[in-house]
């Protein structure tokens, strides 16, 4: 049984940072930024201690060059990609908590690295902008997940990382809010290594830091994919409803062996090569499973063409102590 522990909450949701820029319809766009604002208020009154965020990366931080399955920020700024965030602004990141959920991790046999120069993309930053306003509100521990740099970790191994996260978070006596970032079904224009043309494949595997210009371009390129989507034109792969919903109910019943089931490109197939994103809320669903019993909350969901995004909200709780 995990040892009592102060109260923890956890959502998970779509980053999509197509919001700001491109219009979708006024009554959905309302919508979604009234349930993030909901959300805020209670997490502003749950005031947590620690922020646990497992999120992806979209070759903005992490490349080829050293692509580790998982990877914990001891030190870590934002990127401010697509104008989420501040550039250069610091992750408010508890350096020996940090130290210490990696050493845990090892003795629970799960292979992490760990950075102390984490450049960390809208994956992360857009959720901490929206529930807190900004990406330091809060002492928060960033977990990143590779979902984009194929051959990706199993969700086996990703379900193994977030029951660690949640069984040494089980010892810390903090009020937790655990965040899982990303997902569900969608299909933004990144490149795979193994067809990409020498200039992007040397940018997928050492593309720090590009000029403002090619930063602005790729963005360009993610807006005019999700406009093509929502006049059924382009190659994206479309939104998959069905899908992210029946993934949503598998999560909420801790059903983890219905994702652990699909091959990597089978999910593909079905939800984009963002869809292996929702390795972020496996980690997530993970780590409250770990705490013990919580109640659940699907909060909203809707797919949005326009803004490339299977758009799904989750939420739940676990009280302080044992009993949920």
Not at 94 to 123: F, I, K, M, T, W
Not at 194 to 213: D, F
Not at 299 to 322: E, L
Request: hydrophobic letters at 45%.
């Amino acid at each position: 049984m995990p040892s009592p522990f102060a109260e923890a909450r956890m959502i998970c949701a779509s980053h999509t940072p197509l919001m700001d820029h491109v219009d979708a319809d006024p009554l959905v766009d309302a919508e979604v930024r009234q349930h993030f604002a909901r959300l805020a208020e209670q997490v502003a009154v749950f005031d947590p201690e620690l922020i646990v965020e497992f999120a992806p990366d979209h070759f903005k931080g992490f490349f080829y060059d050293m692509m580790p399955p998982f990877t914990v920020g001891i030190r870590a700024t934002a990127i401010g990609d697509y104008d989420i965030g501040v550039p250069g602004d610091r992750f408010d990141i508890p350096e020996e908590l940090a130290l210490d959920c990696v050493r845990n991790l090892y003795a629970a046999d799960v292979d992490a690295a760990l950075s102390y120069r984490a450049q960390l993309d809208h994956g992360f930053a857009q959720l901490l902008v929206l529930l807190t306003g900004s990406v330091g509100r809060y002492p928060v521990l960033p977990i990143h997940i590779n979902c984009a740099g194929t051959p990706l970790p199993s969700f086996r191994q990703v379900r193994r990382l977030g029951d660690g996260v949640g069984r040494w978070l089980a010892g810390l006596n903090k009020r937790v809010l655990i965040l899982g970032s990303g997902g569900l079904s969608h299909d933004p224009p990144i490149p795979t290594i193994a067809t990409a043309p020498p200039p992007v494949a040397e940018m997928l595997i050492a593309g720090r830091n590009p000029p403002m210009e090619a930063r602005r371009a790729r963005e360009q390129a993610n807006y005019e994919t999700a406009r093509k989507l929502a006049r059924g034109e382009g190659h994206a792969t479309p939104l998959n409803a069905a899908w992210d919903r029946s993934f949503m109910a598998q999560m909420a019943a801790l059903d983890f062996d219905s994702i652990t089931a699909l091959a990597e490109g089978e999910l593909t197939q079905l939800a984009g090569c963002g869809g292996h994103e929702v390795r972020n809320w496996v980690a997530a669903y993970a780590a409250m499973a770990a705490l013990g019993p919580f109640t659940h909350q699907d909060i909203f969901y809707r797919d949005i063409p326009q803004w490339n995004a299977g758009m799904g909200i989750a939420a739940a709780r676990r009280p302080s102590g044992h009993q949920a």
